[in-house]
């Protein structure tokens, strides 16, 4: 079983930044695609960002220009830098990894989330 453990939320005044970062831990034997999603109060949990274990990377459209999704050579830690942040980013923000467990079992685990708060 693999856990994640994300860090790096807060508040930030509008056109902040922030950095979160998710670590994987546990019984792991390759690591696939990791990703980042939100849920703000009132919506849908939505998708922020992924990355695929060769570096691929999508963006919601709310986000492209603004946030960036890395990993380490490892493939074991994901990062999320967010820029010129606005109100509307306010939510807690998750983790996701989706990862071979062994050679026949593929799984997938969630982070238990860090709350970012945009406000003045």
């Known amino acids: 079983q693999v856990q994640l453990v994300e860090s790096g939320g807060g508040l930030v005044q509008p056109g902040g930044s922030l950095r979160l970062s998710c670590v994987a831990s546990?019984?792991?034997?390759?690591?696939?695609?990791m990703g980042w999603y939100r849920q703000a109060p009132g919506k849908q949990r939505e998708l922020v960002a992924t990355?695929?274990?060769?570096?691929?990377?999508n963006y919601a459209d709310a986000v492209k220009g603004r946030f960036t999704i890395s990993r380490d050579n490892a493939k074991t830690t994901v990062a999320l830098q967010m820029n010129s942040l606005t109100p509307e980013d306010t939510a807690v923000y998750f983790c996701?990894?989706?990862?071979?467990?062994?050679?026949?079992?593929?799984?997938?685990?969630w982070g238990q989330g860090t709350q970012v708060t945009v406000s003045s």
């Open positions: 990355i695929t274990k060769s570096d691929n990377t």
């Open positions: 546990g019984r792991i034997d390759i690591i696939y695609d």
């Open positions: 996701n990894a989706q990862y071979r467990l062994d050679a026949t079992r593929i799984r997938v685990s």
